[in-house]
């Protein structure tokens, strides 16, 4: 499934155009708290471009997306998570629900060992 960047939820975010609580920005990078956190903390971590999914990464990308991991890393660290979780729903079927690729970033609690 894809979705045209004028019609995204978060490119609309980027854009300015639906309001969010913005936890980090730069140049390529936003995060924001999840609507609905499934945790204390919950973040979302996007790049301003539109990518779809994880399987729209190309080889490119690639610094993009490892700074998403650095971000992640930033932002447990500036809200004192000892431990989080990091998250890439990826398709319908892996539960990926928004269309524009994010890293949920999820802390505050304990959260159970494995993935169940
Ligand atoms: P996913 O299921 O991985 O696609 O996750 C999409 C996430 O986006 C969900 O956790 C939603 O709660 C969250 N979400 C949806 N709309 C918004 C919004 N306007 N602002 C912040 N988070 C949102
Ligand atoms: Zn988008």
Do not use: W
Request: glycine share 8%; hydrophobic share 45%; net charge negative.
């Amino acid at each position: 499934m894809s979705t045209a960047a004028h019609e995204c939820l978060f490119c609309k975010i980027v854009a300015g155009e639906l309001p969010a609580n913005r936890l980090y920005e730069d140049d390529e990078l936003l995060a924001f708290r999840d609507i609905s956190p499934k945790a204390p903390f919950h973040g979302l971590i996007i790049p301003k471009i539109h990518i779809a999914t994880l399987n729209d990464l190309v080889p490119s990308h690639a610094a993009l997306a490892g700074r998403m991991f650095l971000v992640a890393k930033e932002l447990a660290n500036e809200h004192e998570l000892p431990g989080y979780r990091v998250v890439v729903n990826t398709n319908s079927e892996g539960g990926q629900v928004v269309f524009h690729i994010h890293m949920h970033v999820l802390g505050g609690r304990q959260m159970t060992a494995g993935l169940g």
